[in-house]
């Protein structure tokens, strides 16, 4: 089996699902050829299996660019594409071999946004309705869909006929500091510590979820990761300089991650259960439980898919309740914080692994 796998990703970007799918389990059943794109160069280049194009051809002269570099698209057997529908419909007048791969309903974010800021909802609305009138017709015409959960095809296409299933994100153990989670897993650290990797805004709110940290009396230590510079990240900032037990740290590179994230006791993975949320897949969370860190979520349908009582914490998305679990949590006997902490490994090593989710995948292509 031969598969193009065109990215929504620039070459300078890292993201594990490509890495630990495309460039590395799912070689143990099948070639795999990348395509990244760039702003910095009109020319594009083949290097290996990766093929790196102008960013302009995300609309225009794809297929002839990938000529160019003496690559047919009858040389694959499947042609999986990753969010852009512009070049689904480049590609689908010469071949119907497309499984369009959809991460996250950016078209519904927009209307979303729209509703929660009462600000041009009308034209918002119309825009939403084209665009997802125009982007069903060329997922009819695509051999198969795979969206992110298997909760996306129900959102949002539950009308579509063709073949479906879900690349859920995971983890690629071999990028794991093996024996900072072994120590991790057999111990608590005095005072409980907290972790928050990740993006801060509006749509996450997670300045609420902060403020109900911020009531917490009991000792704790939390320490948020994150590159975001906005009005919510301002406000939690000055939450920071009145709690000594909230900080912010600079955002670190990703190989880093997993040198920082098993020194951790619970991680933050609460996310409103909202339309545009309700079809994801947080990768943090999946970090945070393939490194023992015990996750603190809420009802998100992956969530309930993938844990229980004895490998999470879960909350309801409200305030009082936050305050509260945390309280609960920082109360619990380190014995059965430890024990949960080892149930949550076994059971990442089980779902969340690429290297099974690979398998999942090249199963799935084999039916079409």
Sequence with gaps: MRILCITDKQINEHETALKGIFEHHI???CECYMVYFTKDSKVAISVD???IFPYSTKHRNFVKTLLRLNYNLNDFDFIIVRNFYSIAKQILPFSQ????????????????EAKRDKKAILRKSIEYKIKYYLHTKILEKCLAYMGSTPHFKDMFYSHLTIPTSYIPNGIDFSLCNLELIKKNISQINTPLKLLYIGSIDKNRQMLEIIDAINEV?????LD????????EMDKIKEITKQNNKIRLR???PFNEIFNIIPNYDIG???IPNTPLYSVASPIKVMEYASNGVIPLINDLP???????ENSAFFTKFDKTHITSTIESIIKTDKNKLIEKKQNLLKLAQAKLDYKNIAKDIYNFLLTL
């Design 27 to 29: 070689l143990e059943y």
């Design 217 to 221: 009396n009991s000792d704790f230590v």
């Design 224 to 231: 948020i990761f994150s590159s975001s510079e906005n009005s």
């Design 268 to 270: 933050l993975g609460i």
């Design 49 to 51: 299996n990766k093929l």
């Design 302 to 308: 992956e969530y309930i898919r993938l844990f229980d």
């Design 250 to 252: 600079d955002s670190v």
């Design 97 to 112: 071999k497309i499984v369009f791969w959809e991460t996250f309903p950016h078209d519904y974010r927009r209307i979303y």
